[in-house]
Every structure is written in C-alpha cells, then in structure tokens.
C-alpha cells in the first residue's frame, strides 16, 4: 500500500525532471535509498546490492536491481510500471569476474537510452559504488555521465504537508524513545542493556505511531568519551557524577526526528554544569532565530553569539536538513546550519538542529529537530533540553 498519493510521487518527479533541464540533463541514475523512497515509495533492505532508478528527463523511469528484490518491487513502489522494473540474474552477485552494473546498462541500451546524452549520477550516495561507475561507464561511453550533486537531495529539502504529518509523528517517538533512555540510567548499569531500552522503544513507536528502525543506531558516549561525537555504546558500567549524552531518532515510515540529551547520575560538576546552561541558552537563541527568510549563517551566529560571549567555541555545524533516511546516515547532505552557508529558510524545511559541545575529556549534547513554520520554529519533539539529573541510586 502506498504511502502517498499517487499525484505526490508524480509532483516529486516532474519537480526532480524541472531541475534536470536546468542542468542540462537527460536522465538521472539514481541509487541513494532516501531517493528511491522519495520518487517511488520502494522500501526495502536490499542496498548492500547495486539498485538504480533511471529517471529520463522524457519518458518511463526504470528500476533495476536484484532479481529476487526486482520480484517484490511492485509491492512497495508506486508509479513504475512492473514492465519497467527489471531484475539482474542471481549468478551476478558478488562477484569478482562480472559485476551487475554492466547487465543495468546493456538493459538501459536495449530500451533505448544508450545514444549520445548527459546523465547525470549521485555522486555523494553511499551505496553508489566505484564498481558499479565503471562498469556503467565502460558499457555505455557514449553517456556522458556527470556528477548531479545531490539533484534529488535538494528537491527533498521543502517538505509537503503531507510529509510534515511524518515527520510530527516521528517526533513523538523520538520523544518516547528518549524518556526511555533517560529512565533506564542507573550506576553501574551496563551501557548495553541502556541501548536495548532506547531500541526497543524506536521500534515500538507510541499510541498511534508505529516505529522504524533508524538510520544510525542509538549514540551513547559516557563520561570522558563524552567529549567525543558519533560513539555507540559497550557494556561498561553507567559512571555517577559524568555525562551521558544520548543521540537518537524517532523514525516514522522512514521519517526521520532526531534528538539528542545529555544526562548525569547525581551531581555534575561544576564545569559540565556551566557548559549545559550556556550550550542550551544558545540553542534557544537559535531556535529564536528561525523563520522565513533569515539565513542559515544568520540562526548559526545566533548561537555563537551566546557561546563566545561566555569563551566558548564550536567548530562544528550547528545543523542540518532531515527528512527520510537510511543507512548510514539520517542526514539529507543538503542545506547546513553554519556560518558560511547562505541558504535561505523557506517554510517547510526541516532541520537537526544539535548542539554538541564537545570539550576535553567531558562534553554537553542537547538538539531539537524543527520545522520552519510562517512565524517561526515547530518543534518535533518535547523533552526538557537541560541537563538531565538523574537520581544516584546503585542498580538493585
């Protein structure tokens, strides 16, 4: 059953085609999973193989892929005609000798897209591999293939109403699956079975809202290696009186609204406590900030405004656009929240907004994902953005 009307995946690619002409493109290869999802609501886990959409700028779109996924294609894809999903035989999988990209290419041939023309590819996609490059490129080098540089990505950037409902119920599981996190912390529990909590409660979902898995599993660095981002977790025992950050999502048919908090059994010191309140006073300034027509270098000076006042310094982005999302990233490698990036906020954007401060042996995360609303933000998600403090009671 499709996710969407079928006019909206309509309106996806006669927008994605728009921006081809302008680039001078006659198609598009596109193999990111977040796009594929985009234009045609196909969602499995079958991007470990290649996978392609052929999107012409004129014509049918394409799907090409394994065959025993090509088989089951009809039941989540919507506006490919099963005529036009085709799947490479079986003996082709990892293989050192032959390699599926040269069999999607000879189709592509065949149904007569392998005359002179600019195709443009996505670069930037993580399961786009060199392999499969080439071997489209050395079977068809009439194309010339060009970089697209994310075309799809940013047509996703605006969101519809439609998508704004997903991404709000996204954010209520991120909500539940945080409240989950934070009341699973005791001293000497094992940092493992806190992650079981978290994950657990991503795929139950809330009332009403199932769950999906995320794109990034649950981010959870304690104590000194709290100064470090993007650490998963162990089964070393939750310390008292250091910071435990928690970076996750709330996922909604493949909606992605990530969270992020950092929590305390007992007492912070004296300096993680400083950091907390001046990290949190500038996300709220930032979140200030947003609204129709400011820049993104505007809301990130909105935040450095108030860190630098009090001698601190971040290096790192501020934010991001968020949307759909699969692995390994939940990020649309779009629009940034950081000083040299110009992009003007239209409503209907959705954003990661995290700030990470990430010190020397200790570090404070709090993040909120927002929409750009007419008169300013809408948050996703609603958990107390302060340092969590958390009881300090030993694991009975």
Request: glycine share 10%; with cysteine; proline share 6%.
């Amino acid at each position: 059953m499709s996710l969407f009307a079928a006019s909206e995946y309509a309106s996806r690619r006669q927008r994605v085609r728009e921006r081809m002409r302008t680039a001078g493109l006659d198609a598009l290869l596109i193999a990111d999973p977040a796009n594929l999802y985009y234009l045609t609501g196909y969602n499995a886990w079958s991007f470990y193989t290649p996978q392609v959409l052929h999107l012409p700028a004129e014509g049918e779109p394409t799907l090409l892929m394994r065959e025993m996924d090509a088989n089951g294609a009809h039941r989540t894809a919507e506006g490919i005609d099963p005529a036009h999903i085709l799947g490479y035989p079986e003996t082709l999988v990892h293989r050192p000798d032959a390699h599926p990209g040269r069999w999607i290419a000879e189709r592509l041939r065949e149904r007569g897209f392998g005359g002179d023309a600019r195709v443009g590819y996505e670069g930037e996609a993580h399961f786009f591999t060199v392999r499969t490059f080439r071997a489209i490129a050395e079977t068809l080098p009439e194309w010339r293939l060009e970089d697209c540089h994310d075309l799809v990505n940013w047509v996703r950037l605006v969101k519809s109403p439609a998508e704004i409902e997903l991404m709000r119920a996204a954010g209520t599981v991120a909500g539940a699956a945080m409240r989950a996190g934070l009341g699973a912390l005791r001293e000497g529990r094992p940092a493992n079975e806190v992650a079981a909590e978290i994950l657990a409660a991503q795929a139950r979902g809330t009332d009403g809202v199932d769950g999906d898995y995320p794109a990034i599993m649950p981010i959870l660095p304690v104590g000194a290696a709290a100064d470090t981002p993007h650490l998963t977790w162990n089964a070393d025992p939750m310390p008292a009186g250091e910071p435990v950050s928690f970076e996750l999502a709330g996922v909604h048919r493949r909606y992605h609204a990530p969270l992020a908090r950092t929590a305390v059994i007992g007492a912070p010191s004296r300096e993680l406590d400083r950091l907390a309140g001046v990290t949190v006073e500038g996300l709220e300034a930032a979140i200030d900030a947003v609204r129709p027509g400011v820049t993104a270098h505007e809301v990130t000076e909105a935040f450095t405004r108030v860190i630098e006042r009090e001698g601190y310094r971040k290096n790192s982005r501020l934010g991001y656009s968020i949307g759909i999302g699969f692995p390994p990233d939940w990020g649309e490698r779009t629009a940034s929240i950081r000083r040299d990036d110009t992009t003007v906020l239209t409503e209907n954007m959705t954003f990661h907004f995290i700030a990470g401060m990430w010190m020397t042996g200790f570090g404070f995360e709090a993040s909120e994902p927002i929409r750009v609303g007419a008169q300013g933000a809408e948050l996703f998600a609603d958990v107390s953005r302060g340092l969590a403090a958390i009881p300090d009671r030993r694991q009975m």
